[in-house]
């Protein structure tokens, strides 16, 4: 009898309810998510005397801090472009492995994930800087070296390195997903190559090129470890100033005020993303 009972109440989920399962996560969103973000917005709304106001907000308007926006909107459009342009061939190639292959492949892109973002850039500042790796085999060679770091060059470049497989992984997950038979169809009906890949491939992988586009433009826009190392400090982004306002300035109102309006972006992002991939087919988690 007690069994049953027992067996009736697990059975109904009395004991382990989706609301019990979801507490511990719901306790460290609003540690670490809610908290953290109530913070940014008290700040970025108050002045120093705890006064509601509007101008941390409206700091973006000046010059130095207009120049940082859009040179880091400028720099983090192209770097996506890029990143898109060489992920989406690649993406293909690995979508026509066989599985024994691709997975092997897959498995090289995503390696360089597992490493520290902050070793990978510094590993890219030591090859690019003038005495660094590459200007030595250059020299070597008794070729030109190349002075590329400390300028958007090397920004672009880093950005290029550490988000391209952000790109590949969901255009990739696109693209297996088309059926094969589709493509077939539009080749017996007479397409040729071009007209099934604007037709049937390219419309059919939205998905996860929008959602390529927006795990790449984010973190593009908002990073300040590449420009400072990549750029010396000489190319101050958005992300570099907002760094600067809260680790030296010690102005956490004008930082957080900044930081809501990047918000803004990345909102705006990621409605774009939802519109397009309402079923999450682009995400390759």
């Keep these: 009898m007690e069994n049953n009972i027992l067996s009736e109440k697990l059975?109904?989920?009395k004991f382990f309810s989706g609301k019990m399962l979801s507490s511990p996560y719901i306790v460290w969103a609003a540690i670490f998510i809610i908290v953290p973000l109530g913070m940014v917005f008290y700040y970025g709304l108050t002045d120093k005397t705890g006064a509601f106001t509007l101008e941390n907000i409206a700091a973006i308007m000046s010059a130095e801090h207009a120049k940082a926006l859009w040179i880091s909107l400028g720099l983090s459009l192209i770097s996506t472009a890029i990143c898109f342009f060489l992920a989406y061939p690649l993406a293909m190639i690995l979508a026509n492995m066989?599985?024994?292959?691709h997975s092997f492949i897959v498995l090289i892109f995503i390696l360089p994930m597992w490493m520290n973002f902050l070793l990978r850039t510094?590993?890219?500042q030591t090859l690019l800087e003038k005495t660094g790796v590459i200007n030595n085999i250059l020299s070597f060679l008794h070729l030109p070296a190349l002075n590329i770091i400390n300028t958007p060059y090397a920004i672009v470049l880093g950005m290029v390195y550490n988000f391209l497989p952000f790109m590949v992984l969901p255009i990739y997950n696109s693209l297996v997903k088309i059926d094969p038979n589709v493509v077939n169809a539009a080749k017996d009906l007479g397409a040729n190559g071009m007209q099934t890949f604007f037709k049937i491939t390219l419309p059919l992988s939205i998905p996860g090129i929008i959602s390529g586009v927006?795990?790449?433009?984010?973190?593009?826009l908002t990073t300040f470890v590449i420009s400072k190392l990549l750029g010396g400090s000489k190319i101050l982004l958005i992300g570099n100033?907002?760094?600067?306002?809260f680790t030296q300035a010690g102005?956490?109102?004008l930082g957080?005020?900044?930081s809501i309006v990047l918000m803004i972006f990345i909102i705006v992002n990621m409605?774009?993303?939802?519109?397009?991939d309402k079923d999450g087919e682009g995400s390759f988690l």
């Design 98 to 101: 066989n599985v024994s292959q």
């Design 11 to 13: 059975g109904s989920g």
């Design 214 to 220: 927006t795990m790449v433009f984010i973190p593009a």
């Design 271 to 276: 409605v774009v993303s939802a519109i397009f």
């Design 256 to 258: 957080s005020g900044l």
């Design 122 to 124: 510094l590993a890219w």
């Design 241 to 245: 100033v907002i760094e600067e306002e």
């Design 251 to 253: 102005n956490w109102h």
